[in-house]
């Protein structure tokens, strides 16, 4: 580590500063930084911005943050609400709030509250519930996610997929999820499949469980098949496979 | 369905693989976002790979996997991060990267040139690799040179194809992305269509 890193800069009530290599960056209050910025901790306590790239350790908000270029970090805590306007790389995600982001690849994401990704969402886990919006695809080792609202992907990929309907979150009525719970998707592709309330054209899978609420156009499993009393499947076939 | 590709149900089944096997890899950056092709069937939205590319590329992860190599070092090696190498035209020769003809195309355009960074490290490899099948001379060798230097960084990350295509003895030279079709009016000829990536994995493995 160079000199910089003991170099921590703080904004305190209001003001802006340029970027560059920094130990721990505070702002607490309302705060600007122009320009790339590398520290080993960015924590916001009110309202920041950065508008270039931010390589961080650690990246903690309380308020709001927006960053208007890609951020790179180890740890991401998000409390309230921030928005990423391009690619975000975080290896520990967690969300109370909301999160919006170009794109987003993440070792473990848990949401609680609301997650919006412009393009793909990869996590070797992803937990969580509230609502997921991504506008490509979700590829997941693990999801387990509990609807309170309306979701959607285009598509959801991975080795175990879990899709329940929220059941008394106390955060709802904060949120003001009062709309359906909804999940609606194209394609899901898993090897285990566990659904609730969702709508898809197509789900492909090892073990394939359709819930309660379920509208499938196509169901296609290789291994077993559960489908609730009032899943609306319009066709299973086994398929063989490995 | 269009020859040269299979579709993911067809693959898993011929691979013995899973979807959870398959979207880790793609997660792990082991198989290109390129080689997912998404093609409206009568069943629906179904994925395409191109055939051959896919099946060699799932056997070499999953040969690798047999030897015990976590996906990390397989990513590593089959799109192994070179940015940082160069070498010195002596080390070039040394190591047998090129011919002395491809050298010579190099150095033409180049002068004074006496180190090279990977991207010209790529393109001096290819352009040997085409020089050695006869398809191109060494004319149209310096523009194929030209386009790489050029054009190659456009595709950064993602797998493009070189053509050479000659039409009464006058080549022109492109580079496409690796999964696009080519039609040519019938008097001209496709001289060559070279993979990028496999080149540039050749060449990591001789680095």
């Known amino acids: ?242 | 369905m269009e020859p040269g590709m299979i579709s993911k149900k067809d693959l898993l089944q011929q691979a013995g693989i899973s979807y959870g096997q398959l979207y880790r890899w793609k997660r792990k950056n082991l198989i290109p976002e390129e080689w997912f092709v998404r093609k409206s069937t009568f069943t629906g939205q179904e994925t395409f790979f191109p055939r051959d590319k896919m099946l060699a590329r799932v056997e070499r992860i999953l040969s690798m996997k047999d030897g015990d190599a976590s996906l990390d070092d397989i990513a590593e090696a089959v799109s192994p991060d070179l940015g940082g190498i160069s070498l010195t035209l002596a080390e070039v020769a040394e190591r047998s990267i090129a011919s002395e003809a491809a050298v010579g195309v190099f150095r033409s355009a180049h002068p004074d040139a006496t180190t090279l960074v990977f991207g010209e490290l790529v393109s001096l490899y290819v352009v040997d690799r085409l020089l050695g099948t006869g398809d191109v001379s060494l004319e149209e060798a310096r523009s194929v040179l030209g386009t790489l230097e050029e054009q190659f960084g456009a595709f950064e990350g993602s797998d493009a194809d070189l053509l050479c295509v000659r039409k009464m003895g006058v080549t022109v030279c492109a580079l496409v992305s690796s999964t696009a079709e080519i039609r040519l009016e019938s008097s001209a000829r496709l001289v060559a269509r070279m993979n990028l990536q496999e080149s540039v994995e050749a060449l990591g493995a001789r680095l």
Do not use: P, W
Request: proline share 0%; net charge negative.
């Open chain 1, 1 to 242: 580590m160079t000199e910089n890193s003991t170099n921590n800069l703080k904004i305190a009530g209001e003001g802006s500063v340029g970027g560059g290599t920094y130990g721990d960056v505070t702002i607490n209050g309302a705060g600007r930084v122009t320009g790339d910025v590398t520290c080993n901790e960015f924590r916001i306590n009110g309202a920041g911005s950065t508008d270039g790239n931010v390589a961080a350790m650690l990246i903690d908000i309380n308020g709001s943050g927006t960053f208007s270029g890609k951020v790179e970090t180890k740890q991401m805590a998000v409390k309230g609400d921030a928005s990423v306007k391009q690619g975000l790389g975080v290896g520990d995600l967690k969300v109370k709030g909301r999160l919006s982001a170009g794109g987003v690849a993440a070792n473990t994401a848990d949401v609680r509250g609301e997650i919006r990704v412009g393009a793909n969402l990869d996590a070797e886990t992803f937990t969580g519930e509230g609502t997921f919006k991504v506008d490509g695809m979700v590829n997941v080792g693990s999801l387990e996610f509990a609807l309170h609202g309306l979701s959607s992907a285009r598509e959801i990929g991975g080795d175990t997929v879990i899709v329940t309907l929220g059941r008394g979150f106390v955060g709802a009525s904060f949120l003001g999820l009062f709309t359906e719970k909804r999940l609606t998707v194209d394609v899901i592709e898993a090897d285990e499949v566990t659904l609730e309330n969702t709508t898809a054209k197509i789900v492909r899978g090892n073990n394939v469980r359709i819930g309660t609420g379920c509208e499938i156009g196509l169901v296609e499993y290789g291994g077993t098949i559960d489908r609730a009393a009032d899943a609306r499947v319009g066709e299973a076939r086994q398929v063989t496979q490995a």
